[in-house]
Each structure stands twice: as C-alpha cells, then as structure tokens.
C-alpha cells in the first residue's frame, strides 16, 4: 500500500505562495495522486489530481517529478480562507479498479496570517 | 442538486447500543465510501461500494457493516456502539471511470459513544 508522508503543519502570510510536499515512495505504476483540502467541521473537498508531470487548475498546481515518489501541491497567492488541512491521496487507480487501497496522509494544517 | 448526504449529523449513543447512519448521493455516482475521522488523524476508510451489490472492507471495518441499498444509498451500522467508535464519520461517492477517482464528500455524522 502506498502510504504518504506530509508535513504536519505549514505557516504563511497572505499573498505568498504555499508549496506542500508530499512524500510516497511507495507508489504504484497506475496509482494517480489525489489533494483534498478539508476545512474544521466539513468534509474534504477535492482540489487536485495528476498522474505525472505538472496540472494546473484555477486554485492550485502540482508539480510530480519522473519518478512519481513525491509530489507538490502550490498555492499561489494564498489567503486567509485557504487556512485548512491539506490530505495528500495516493491509490485512486487509473482505470479506478482499486478503491479499497485508498490511503488518506495525516494532513498538513496551513495556517495563513494576515 | 443535493451532492452527498448523511444523517443524522450528531448521535450520542450508549455502550451496546445499535444505530444505522444514512448516506445517500444524488450525482449517479457508482461508488460509495464510508471514512471515520480521529482528532489527529486522517480519514480512514471502513467500508467501500465500488457498484450497487457490492462491498468491500477498507483499513479499519471490525465493528461495523454496511449496506448498499441501490444506487444511492449507502449505510453504515454499529451493532453493539463501543467507545473507540466515537468519531466523526464521512461518506462519499465517486465515479469511477477512466480517469482517476475524484470523491465527493458528505457533511458528516459526529457520533460520542459514552
């Protein structure tokens, strides 16, 4: 199972551009790498996905180097609301064949200071 | 269009007691999951549906069962409520199709076994 490994907390001010590395060296060769944002009293919410190489969408990137065993969710220009805790995801298989080995990290709490 | 439901949204129960909790997804997703969340933990997946008929056990289902009613609906029981059960528990959906397998997520159920 492909376990991942974040950092626990993060620290930023408004504006500045967040980068969350997540580590999985266990990863396997059709496991995609999912990133949920959660924030207190509420479900996670998705907000990334990528494969390999780099995905961008309106509210983050992630950047996956070749050999897949890590990867780095970027917040540009974060702000006051992005305060949350940010789940790396390892597992979601290509053709979505292997639910059960989903494996959510700990979580990296990012709080953002005015 | 509602997403993912769940009830109730807080339960207290007492030792042995049973009780069911409700999911149900209106976005005609064929897989459901159930996920409990610690303080300081990450979400842990208990049960899954990858499609109507079908479950699964994830990393933590001792104590608990489940039910894919049809398409829509997915429940979760405690059949005798233990106080490490006391948790906040998710459901969530997902289509599984050819590309990843984004998960929407339900308000969840926060449920004290005293």
């Known amino acids: 199972l492909a376990k991942t490994t974040q950092p626990i907390s993060m620290d930023s001010y408004e504006g500045q551009e967040v980068n969350i590395t997540c580590s999985h060296n266990?990863?396997?060769?059709?496991?995609?790498i999912t990133w949920y944002q959660q924030f207190p009293s509420q479900g996670p919410r998705f907000i990334i996905q990528?494969?390999?190489t780099k995905v961008t969408n309106e509210v983050a990137s992630l950047f996956i180097p070749a050999d897949r065993k890590s990867s780095t969710l970027s917040l540009p220009r974060v702000s006051l609301s992005d305060t949350a805790v940010y789940y790396c995801?390892?597992?979601?298989?290509?053709?979505?064949?292997?639910?059960?080995?989903?494996?959510f990290g700990k979580g990296t709490k990012l709080s953002v200071k005015p | 269009n509602a997403g993912v439901t769940q009830t109730p949204k807080f339960q207290v129960l007492k030792t042995g007691q049973s009780m069911t909790l409700q999911c149900a997804q209106d976005?005609?997703?064929?897989?459901m999951y159930w996920y409990r969340q610690d303080p300081g933990m990450g979400l842990r997946l208990i049960y899954y549906?990858?499609?109507?008929?079908?479950?699964d056990k994830g990393e933590v289902p001792n104590g608990y069962n489940v039910s894919r009613l049809n398409k829509r609906e997915f429940s979760l029981r405690l059949e005798s409520a233990a106080p490490s059960q006391t948790s906040v528990y998710f459901c969530?959906?997902?289509?599984?199709?050819?590309?990843?397998?984004?998960?929407?997520f339900g308000p969840g159920t926060r449920l004290t076994v005293l």
């Open positions: 995801l390892v597992g979601a298989s290509f053709y979505g064949g292997s639910q059960g080995n989903l494996i």
């Open positions: 976005m005609n997703h064929n897989s």
């Open positions: 969530a959906s997902s289509f599984t199709g050819s590309v990843g397998n984004e998960q929407f």
């Open positions: 990528g494969y390999k």
């Open positions: 266990n990863i396997a060769t059709n496991d995609y």
């Open positions: 549906s990858a499609s109507e008929g079908t479950t």
